[in-house]
């Protein structure tokens, strides 16, 4: 089980979290015109990435916020955490 | 029965406590602390089961976790448990076992006839099977196999025990309690790290306990039960027996396993069965030791073959005898270890040694002890069928190709050691790449994945001496660097007997003409034949080798054959054994019962439940209850012998012709709060919300990004900047998630809060058309009237003294109102309601009512938005805006949302109305068509109309707007019904809506 480090709230078991996929992924603006292709992307087309992923996870069962996490999807090593209106350099 | 093996002094066990248990139905005596496996053999007892697939007679061949034969199944206190192994059992007042495995008995068992047709059941058998003709795989196989196969049988009945969960963290974790364990947690205690200190076996102390040594002037045991003694005193220190640590997972997270309860009759009133251990280790010790490895020879399966260090384990920690006429075979000086204890005992053995010359203190002491000794000397093989009579021994060469004569010597028990393999299993499981260590012929840990360490034999360290050093030190200087204190501690000085090299020898040729079965997995019967018609057939990974012949595939893992296996591939492969590589190492270390697994989440205890603070009233009120989602609902209220139907018919009627009142509680609710929250409304659902007054409630569908209706519900504006949103019982959570998601990550610049609000308020629906006199009763101060309190319009109201929450919302299609309280107030205004209810001929109605009355008014619900419809499939598009952009609205646009003949819901009635139509029949054009009949839609509702007195039905149909009027077929293969129907509007009761203005 993942132990991953709130960074609201500090180290934390997995269960206390809920996944919620690729981080990169950005939302088109609203009101504004995109192709059936970049919707498809948005909503659909993922990358199923081996070794380094930022991803998003909430943590549902402590303070509630989204965070972004860069996690290492084949060894499951966690790199980094970050506030969801943090940068990542 | 007399334990007529049982030494007269001496062993661990209390013999002023003698046990009575059962063993196949009979009755034999032990002592407090023995295992099964210690008093069947007081009692010479060694038959205890038969083999997996040739069902050759079975004995004991451990003492301990490693034991591949002793499976028995168990009976403690009315219940039964099978895979239990009887050298970890313990023996209490009255328990009783039997042997698996075999049918008729033990002593008779038919499937023996398998080991007369070896030919039937070679490597492969299982894969080969499945290629024949289907109908011998059901006919013959499968219920033969069915019967001879198995190690026991499962309880069908509730398991009345009761096990936990507990979740720890510590600083140091140390795994197993031998000399490196407790040198490790001693030292790292000592420096106030927060030690856990983990041992599977009911004594600490591992190795010690049996080993002929001294430390600090003391013995080996008395020096762990001292350091054991003090650790417990130490506030910083948990230690635990009977408690094996089975699973090393990501992130320094392990698993352990605690049997709080089965040495005992029955388990004490507030204990659990078993604990399962969650730990959180900063840092591990891997001290889990070593097992003594197995030399390969001719029938080495016969029940009284067994591993030297089990035979002395049974001398010295339980007094027994396995046997007295004993035969050791040895490459190493363990093996004189056990034979010196032997004959410390008044038992004369006899050692073959495969070693040409050897010698050390050990084989010093042994010959001055008078024990015969045979130099370069193997046994070819065992003599006898349920037990050991003999052994047919003969010299061997030093290339150890050539067998010399062959002699018959007698004896009861064959002790074996074959040196010794390191326990890597929690290591490796960790993601440690281990290497193999050519002094030992073993693999050891290499380089840590994880913050592990592994001591001691674990690590391939077999000096008492350098375990303890290095033991002390990773203690020290781990915990220090998480305590940041330095305490030193004085090594013991240690005295131990230096032995000398093993001989890497671990396979007996076959003598010329004989054709011995020699066994490498000994709980699957996996024999050295078995490997080579494998490896014959092209297989050449050590991975499909292992399945194509089960090769360490049974419950004991291959603890006692895996690298005998790995030997003998690297042979026939002419390859050396770190190239051929072992299998990978899954957790669980040891077999671990499911019920430790699951917990206490069983039955009602698998997820939270919910109940509303009219739950009491509900009950006291027959009510019949449903679980939705975590939430317990009225589903009806019984009346005399009122079944669902008759209860739940009479209850809508009664909200059509009078007035009712149901708990609408369950509903999620959200709080909506900030200057921006009518921008936020505006994006997430899919009508306009700007323009919303404050004191009215609006109706709003919200999507999910691909355009599928996500949940509904009504959102009143409370104040300028406070909204309260319903969502759908079961969709509470995922709807406030959803919300949250937008404002901390795409929309944050919205200065909007949400918080759930659900548990906050309880609420009950007032519907029918008396229900505004009703209201009108309970708030005398507030103008109800249709102009004061309009249809979707919201107030707040003094419900005798209380605050309430007043909405004229309707999900029945009737006159309608929701009232709120806070939560505390809801069982009163509940009363009040009822109170003043009476003369209007209130009724409560449960969800079935509920249900009956938005089916029938054709109102979408779960059934309908069930994850794979858009609005238009609703029958919801005109709450669609076309001017404003929101979640989901560009998925709308995707052509097979805007097919010409795109599904829509639509009214089903029986042409016979009689008959009521099964949720989830299909609709057909034809019902004789041949399958796969063509599938139209789906009912996605059913019930039974109030208003018109038959059955009705919604639908999810295709091209359902061009539909109406059509004749179809509806289908229900599982209930095996075809039910003739006319599809109708959804809308079947007061289609334009004027019972809600009213
Ligand atoms: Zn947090």
């Not at chain 1, 996944?19 to 990358?47: C, H, I």
Request: charged share 25%; hydrophobic share 35%; net charge positive.
């Amino acid at each position: 089980m993942l132990y991953i480090n709130c960074p609201h709230c500090g180290m934390r078991s997995q269960n206390e979290f809920s996944y919620g996929g690729d981080a990169s992924v950005k939302r088109p603006e609203l009101n504004k015109e995109v192709t059936d292709q970049e919707w498809d992307n948005f909503v659909y087309n993922r990358k199923s990435i081996r070794g380094k992923h930022l991803e998003l996870w909430q943590h549902i069962s402590g303070c509630r916020q989204w965070i972004k996490v860069e996690r290492d999807t084949a060894t499951h090593e966690i790199f980094r955490t970050f506030k969801a209106d943090e940068e990542v350099a | 029965m007399t334990q007529a093996f049982r030494i007269e002094n001496g062993g661990l066990i209390n013999r002023d406590k003698k046990l009575s248990f059962k063993f196949n139905g009979k009755t034999y005596f032990g002592y407090e602390g023995d295992t099964l496996a210690s008093a069947l053999l007081a009692n010479g007892v060694h038959l205890v089961g038969r083999s997996f697939k040739y069902h050759r007679p079975r004995g004991f061949f451990g003492a301990g976790v490693d034991e591949p034969y002793a499976v028995v199944q168990l009976y403690r206190n009315g219940e039964t448990e099978p895979n239990i192994k009887a050298t970890e059992q313990e023996l209490f007042e009255g328990l009783e076992a039997k042997s698996v495995n075999c049918w008729p008995n033990v002593n008779f068992d038919i499937g023996a006839i398998n080991n007369f047709l070896k030919i039937f059941l070679p490597a492969g058998f299982y894969y080969k099977t499945f290629m024949w003709p289907k109908s011998f795989w059901y006919r013959i196989y499968e219920p033969f196999i069915r019967k001879a196969a198995g190690l026991g049988v499962a309880s069908t009945k509730h398991d009345k025990e009761r096990y936990e969960h507990k979740y720890e963290y510590c600083d140091l974790l140390i795994a197993g309690s031998g000399p490196s364990g407790l040198a490790g947690a001693y030292a790292a205690a000592k420096n106030g790290a927060k030690v856990i200190l983990a041992e599977d076996k009911p004594r600490f102390g591992g190795s010690l306990l049996t080993s002929d040594v001294n430390i600090g002037n003391q013995s080996g045991k008395d020096w762990a039960e001292g350091i054991i003694a003090e650790l417990k005193t130490m506030p910083n220190v948990v230690v635990k027996n009977r408690s094996q640590i089975f699973g090393y997972y990501d992130h320094n997270m392990l698993v352990m396993s605690e049997k709080v309860s089965d040495h005992l009759p029955s388990t004490k009133k507030y204990h659990p069965n078993k604990r399962l251990w969650y730990i959180r280790a900063k840092e591990v010790l891997i001290s889990s030791g070593s097992i003594e490895r197995p030399i390969v020879f001719g029938n080495n399966d016969t029940p009284g073959v067994m591993l030297s260090s089990a035979a002395k384990e049974y001398l010295k920690v339980y007094g027994v005898l396995v046997g007295r006429k004993p035969l050791v075979f040895t490459n190493n000086d363990s093996g004189y270890e056990t034979a010196i204890e032997f004959k410390k005992h008044g038992v004369d053995p006899v050692v073959l040694d495969s070693r040409k010359n050897a010698e050390s203190e050990i084989i010093d002491e042994a010959k001055n002890l008078g024990i015969n000794i045979k130099n370069s000397y193997v046994v070819v093989a065992a003599q006898g069928y349920k037990k050991v009579k003999s052994a047919d021994i003969a010299s061997i060469s030093e290339d150890k190709k050539q067998l010399g004569k062959i002699e018959n010597i007698q004896c009861d028990c064959i002790c074996v050691s074959g040196f010794w393999t390191p326990t890597i299993h929690l290591a490796s499981q960790s993601g440690n790449k281990t290497k193999f260590k050519e002094e030992i012929d073993a693999f050891v840990p290499g380089q840590s994945k994880q913050n592990e360490i592994t001591l001691g034999a674990a690590n391939g360290i077999f000096s008492l001496d350098e375990t303890l050093k290095t033991s002390f030190k990773a203690g020290s200087e781990l915990s220090k660097k998480i305590t940041e204190k330095d305490n030193e501690i004085a090594i013991p000085n240690v005295v131990e007997k230096k032995s000398s090299q093993h001989d890497k020898f671990w396979c007996v040729p076959l003598p010329k003409g004989k054709n011995y079965k020699r066994f490498l997995d000994f709980q699957n019967d996996v024999a050295v034949s078995d490997v080579e018609i494998a490896l014959r057939e092209g297989y050449r990974s050590i991975e499909h080798v292992k399945r194509y012949t089960t090769l360490g595939m049974a419950t004991d893992q291959g603890k006692t054959s895996n690298l005998n296996g790995l030997q003998l591939v690297s042979e026939i492969e002419n390859k050396v054994v770190p190239a051929v590589g072992h299998t990978t190492f899954r957790p669980p270390y040891t077999p671990v019962s499911i019920g430790a697994i699951v917990g206490r989440e069983v039955g009602k205890h698998s997820k939270p439940t919910r109940k509303s603070p009219m739950h009491e009233w509900h009950e006291k009120n027959n009510a019949v209850f449903v679980d939705a989602g975590v939430w317990l609902r009225p589903r009806y209220y019984k009346k005399g012998n009122e079944n669902l139907f008759e209860a739940s018919k009479r209850e809508a009627k009664n909200v059509r012709a009078n007035v009712g009142v149901c708990d609408v509680t369950t509903l999620g609710k959200i709080d909506v709060k900030g200057p921006d929250a009518a921008e936020l409304l505006n994006r997430v659902y899919t009508n306009a919300w700007l323009k919303l007054p404050v004191g009215k409630a609006r109706y709003g569908v919200m999507l999910r990004e691909d355009g599928i209706v996500m949940d509904d519900g009504t959102t009143t504006r409370i104040s300028e900047n406070h909204y309260h949103m319903t969502t759908t019982t079961a969709q509470a959570a995922n709807v406030l998630s959803h919300l949250e998601y937008y404002l901390q990550l795409v929309w944050p610049e919205l200065n909007v809060n949400v918080v759930s609000t659900t548990e906050q308020w309880a609420g009950a629906a007032i519907a029918g058309p008396k229900s505004r006199d009703l209201l009108k009763k309970l708030f005398p101060n507030s103008d109800v009237s249709n102009e004061g309190l309009p249809f979707m319009g919201y107030m707040e109201g003094d419900l005798f003294g209380v605050k309430a929450r007043i909405f004229r919302i309707s999900f029945s299609g009737e006159l309608a109102y929701e009232v709120n309280v806070e939560s505390d107030y809801g069982n009163f205004m509940w009363e009040k309601i009822i109170e003043a209810g009476e003369e209007f001929n209130i009724q409560p109605y449960g969800t079935e009512a509920l249900s009956t009355l938005r089916i029938e008014m054709g109102h979408v619900a779960g059934s309908e938005l069930d994850g794979r419809t858009i609005p238009f499939d609703n029958a919801l598009e005109g709450l669609v805006s076309k001017k404003k952009d929101f979640i989901g609205k560009r998925s709308l646009q995707r052509s097979a949302f805007t097919a010409e003949d795109r599904q829509r819901i639509v009214g089903v009635v029986p042409l016979d109305k009689q008959t009521s139509i099964p949720e989830g029949s299909h609709l057909v054009k034809d019902d004789k068509a041949p399958l796969p009949n063509p599938k139209l839609g789906h009912i996605s509702a059913s019930c039974w109309s109030v208003e018109y007195d038959n059955p009705f039905s919604l639908a999810i149909l295709k091209d359902g707007k061009n539909m109406i009027g059509q004749k179809l077929f509806a289908m229900s293969p599982l209930k095996n019904k075809v039910i003739p129907v006319e599809i109708v509007s959804s809308h079947y009761v007061d289609p334009k809506g004027e019972r809600v203005r009213s």
